[in-house]
T-cell receptor, first 112, second 114 residues
Framework: DQQVKQNSPSLSVQEGRISILNCDYT??????FLWYKKYPAEGPTFLIS?????DKNEDGRFTVFLNKSAKHLSLHIVPSQPGDSAVYFC???????????FGTGTRLKVLA | DAGVIQSPRHEVTEMGQEVTLRCKPI?????LFWYRQTMMRGLELLIY????????DSGMPEDRFSAKMPNASFSTLKIQPSEPRDSAVYFC????????????FGPGTRLTVL
């Protein structure tokens, strides 16, 4: 079964600097890998995805990198803003269509 | 659209009681997911439905948990009997088949079992 690990439970970054959130998975899959953002008392919201056939996907200040050989996913936020303070979940595809396994999340705090 | 609607938002119950969580997915979405969030395990997929049919319930922790989707606009997750270790935030999410990698989550139900 797919396992997803986000080994950093929390991260603090100064406003304007780069935030790098990391994620490791166990099973190679031909599908999309996802990042979700979650604010307190709200449900997670989709942030950005990357196809397994790509190495990089960029959307404004957010860039996701996929290193398939290392089975590693990372999310870069540049420049970081206080409004980016949230919990970030990565998700990897599992066996069975439409099934995603989420990590435990990384709490990002961007300091003004 | 109002988004995914969950009720109640908070539920406090005593051990042994039955708990029913409710979800109304976004109209037109054909996939519905139930997740549980805990500090230790993060977001766990419990079960998901496609066109009201359960597809994968391998994440349902025990027989005490059951989920139904009687129609395209309503789903329930029931815990009977509830136990303190069931305390968590339960999320419902829905998606549309051709855009399946973007799931729309509800605000969640915070369940506390005393």
């Amino acid at each position: 079964d797919q396992q997803v690990k986000q080994n950093s439970p929390s991260l603090s970054v100064q406003e304007g600097r780069i935030s790098i959130l990391n994620c490791d998975y166990t099973n190679s899959m031909f599908d999309y890998f996802l990042w979700y953002k979650k604010y307190p008392a709200e449900g997670p919201t989709f942030l950005i995805s990357i196809s397994s056939i790509k190495d990089k996907n960029e959307d404004g200040r957010f860039t996701v990198f996929l290193n398939k050989s290392a089975k590693h996913l990372s999310l870069h936020i540049v420049p970081s803003q206080p409004g980016d303070s949230a919990v970030y979940f990565c998700a990897a595809p599992s066996s069975g269509t439409y099934k995603y396994i989420f990590g435990t999340g990384t709490r990002l705090k961007v300091l003004a | 659209d109002a988004g995914v609607i969950q009720s109640p938002r908070h539920e406090v119950t005593e051990m042994g009681q039955e708990v029913t969580l409710r979800c109304k997915p976004i109209s037109g979405h054909d996939y519905l997911f139930w997740y549980r969030q805990t500090m230790m395990r993060g977001l766990e997929l419990l079960i998901y439905f496609n066109n009201n049919v359960p597809i994968d319930d391998s994440g349902m922790p025990e027989d005490r948990f059951s989920a139904k989707m009687p129609n395209a606009s309503f789903s329930t997750l029931k815990i009977q009997p509830s136990e303190p270790r069931d305390s968590a935030v339960y999320f419902c999410a829905s998606s549309y088949g051709s855009n399946y990698n973007e799931q729309f989550f509800g605000p969640g139900t915070r369940l506390t079992v005393l």
